[in-house]
């Protein structure tokens, strides 16, 4: 499965930048993750392809909007309020099971700087 993730971009606090990724392949769930400088890689948002079913971290309730479209095998992360704090390199996820092995693809990411 390949991605390609696309919308990383630099925007003052307050502002907002839209994240997609385009896999090559149907998942059974896809999501984004990020690492900000000198931190770990730690989860954002995923959703699942089944039933739209979706999550989100703490911190980005009511900020962030993770979306997809099925027939593009494409997921969205529509950023909003952007804080200074979430500025990170942005990862997508891809998710996919079969015969009860649970496989993980990444993207490369895209990087996101938001100034306060």
């Known amino acids: 499965v390949q991605l390609q993730a696309s919308g990383g971009g630099s925007v003052q606090a307050g502002g907002s930048l839209r994240l997609s990724c385009a896999a090559s392949g149907r998942p059974g769930g896809m999501g984004w993750f990020r690492q900000a400088p000198g931190k770990d890689r730690e989860f954002v948002a995923a959703i699942r392809w089944a039933d739209n079913g979706k999550y989100y971290a703490d911190f980005v309730k009511g900020r962030f909007t993770i979306s997809r479209d099925s027939a593009k095998n494409t997921v969205y992360l529509q950023m909003n309020s952007l804080k200074s704090e979430d500025t990170a390199v942005y990862y997508c996820?891809?998710?996919?099971?079969?015969?009860?092995?649970?496989?993980?693809?990444w993207g490369k990411g895209t990087l996101v700087t938001v100034s306060s």
């Open positions: 996820n891809h998710r996919g099971a079969a015969g009860g092995v649970v496989t993980d693809y």
